[in-house]
C-alpha cells in the first residue's frame, strides 16, 4: 500500500529523525530497472517518505528505553549504559575508542593524504582534528591520542590543529547533550581556531548570542530511541556577514540553511542540520573579494557550522562532503583536478575520528 501511496503525497527532502538528506522517489528507466537500482532507491524513499514512518520508529525504540531509564533512576545509577550510548548527569555520550584498533585505518587515511599533498606541492595543506566524547574516557580523562599518533606519524607537508577536549566539563560546555555535533560555542571556537590557522586573522565577533524557541533531539536521543525523554534548547551566536552567493550543487539558491526562519520564529522540526545546513556533494561560497585565495574545504557535517564564517575570510570557498559527492554531481571527485580547474590555494581537512579512519573519505587525485 506505502508503494501505491508514495508517489502521490509530498515528498521531504530532510529526514529530521535522522538528521539526513531523505532519499527520494527515484525516475524510471529501463537500466535502473534491470540492474534493480530503481527498486533499491523505492525502497530507501518509502522508508523516509512516508508520513508514520518516523513516528513508528520513535515509539519502537522509546517503548524499549523506558523500563531502563525507570531502572536507572530507581538505582541512582549515574554513568548510564543505554545500548552502547551512555548518560552521564544529563548528556549522552558515546563509549570511548581504542587507538590500537584504529591505527591501521588512520595508517591507511595518512599514506592517501601524503599521496595527494606530495602531488600538489603548489598547495598550502591543513588538518583541524575534532575531539569529542569517542576521544576521551570521561571516567579517567584518559585520552585516545589519535591525533597525537597522525602529528608522530604524518610525516607531510601540512599545518595541523586540533579542538581539544580535555574532560567532561569541557565536552559539556562545546557539545550538544542529545546530539552528535558541537553546539554554537563549540562551533564558535572552532572557527576562531581554524581562520587563526589558515590566514592568521582573528575571527569574525558575532553580533548577539541568541535561544529559540525550539527544542531539538539529536542523532545520539534518536538512535536510543530518547526523543520523547531528551530534549535541549537551541541557541545560537548570529553574525553580520558580507552578501555573498551560494551555490549548492552548481546551482545558485536563494540560501544554505534555515537560520532565517528560527530568526522569524518559523521553525520546522528543530535540529542540527536545520538550522545549519545539510550534508551536499557541493558548496560553493562566492563573496567576491578577488584579493583574497579560494579554499577548499574537505569535511562532513561538523564544518556546515563553521563553511560560511570561514569562507567570508576568502574570495570563494567550496566545501565537498564526499558521502554525496558522487550522488550529487554524478562523478568521482578527483581532487588534483579540482585543484586546478578552480584555482585553489589552501586546502583544509576537517572533521572527527571518523572523518580520518572511513573509507569513504578516500581521495582520488594523488601518485
Same mark, same amino acid.
Given at each position: 500500500m506505502g508503494g501505491l501511496i508514495i508517489?502521490? $503525497? *509530498?515528498?521531504?527532502? &530532510?529526514n529530521y529523525l535522522e538528521n539526513r538528506a531523505a532519499n527520494r522517489l527515484p525516475s524510471f528507466t529501463l537500466t535502473k530497472f534491470l540492474n534493480n537500482s530503481f527498486q533499491n532507491q523505492y525502497e530507501l524513499a518509502? +522508508?523516509?517518505q512516508l508520513p508514520l514512518n518516523s513516528k513508528m520508529k520513535v515509539v519502537e525504540k522509546s517503548s524499549s528505553l523506558i523500563s531502563k531509564l525507570a531502572f536507572y533512576k530507581l538505582n541512582h545509577i549515574l554513568?548510564?549504559?543505554?545500548?552502547?550510548?551512555?548518560? $552521564? #548527569?544529563? /548528556?549522552?555520550?558515546?563509549?570511548? /575508542?581504542?587507538?590500537? !584498533? #584504529?591505527?591501521?585505518?588512520?595508517? +591507511?587515511?595518512? +599514506?592517501n593524504y601524503r599521496s595527494i599533498i606530495n602531488s600538489n606541492p603548489q598547495v598550502k595543506w591543513y588538518l583541524y582534528y575534532i575531539e569529542k566524547d569517542t576521544d576521551i574516557n570521561f571516567e579517567n580523562n584518559a585520552k585516545l591520542g589519535a591525533y597525537e599518533y597522525m602529528q608522530n606519524h604524518f610525516k607531510a607537508n601540512l599545518t595541523m590543529q586540533k579542538f581539544a577536549i580535555n574532560n567532561f566539563k %569541557? &565536552?559539556?560546555?562545546? &557539545?550538544?547533550?542529545?546530539?552528535?555535533?558541537? /553546539?554554537?560555542?563549540?562551533?564558535? *571556537?572552532?572557527?576562531? #581556531?581554524? $581562520?587563526k590557522m589558515l590566514t592568521g586573522e582573528d575571527a569574525q565577533n558575532y553580533t548577539e548570542e541568541r535561544c529559540f524557541d525550539a527544542y531539538i533531539s539529536g542523532s545520539k536521543a534518536t538512535d $536510543?530511541?530518547?526523543?520523547? &525523554?531528551? *530534549? !535541549?534548547?537551541?541557541c545560537a551566536y548570529l553574525f553580520a556577514l558580507p552578501e555573498h552567493d551560494v551555490y549548492i550543487n552548481g546551482s545558485l539558491v536563494d540560501k544554505y540553511s534555515n537560520k532565517d526562519l528560527y530568526l522569524a520564529g518559523k521553525v520546522n522540526v528543530p535540529s542540527y542540520g536545520d538550522y545549519y545546513g545539510s550534508d551536499y556533494g557541493l558548496i560553493e561560497f562566492d563573496f567576491q573579494q578577488p584579493t583574497k585565495t579560494n579554499l577548499l574545504i574537505l569535511? %562532513?557535517?561538523?564544518? /556546515?557550522?563553521?563553511n560560511d564564517l570561514v569562507a567570508s575570510h576568502f574570495n570563494k570557498t567550496y566545501n565537498v562532503d564526499l558521502r554525496a559527492y558522487k550522488t550529487d554531481m554524478g562523478k568521482e571527485f578527483n581532487i588534483a583536478e579540482f585543484i586546478k580547474e578552480n584555482d585553489i590555494s589552501q586546502v583544509l581537512f576537517i572533521g572527527n575520528i571518523d572523518f580520518y579512519v572511513l573509507d569513504t573519505f578516500m581521495l582520488e587525485g594523488g601518485n
Open positions: 508517489p502521490y $503525497i *509530498k515528498q521531504s527532502d &530532510f518509502l +522508508a523516509d554513568y548510564q549504559n543505554l545500548g552502547g550510548i551512555y548518560l $552521564i #548527569e544529563d /548528556n549522552l555520550v558515546y563509549a570511548f /575508542n581504542d587507538l590500537n !584498533e #584504529e591505527i591501521p585505518r588512520l595508517d +591507511a587515511k595518512m +599514506a %569541557e &565536552f559539556q560546555n562545546y &557539545f550538544y547533550k542529545t546530539d552528535h555535533h558541537w /553546539n554554537y560555542k563549540g562551533s564558535y *571556537k572552532a572557527y576562531q #581556531e581554524v $581562520i $536510543i530511541g530518547g526523543n520523547l &525523554f531528551f *530534549k !535541549e534548547q537551541l569535511g %562532513e557535517s561538523y564544518d /556546515n557550522a563553521i
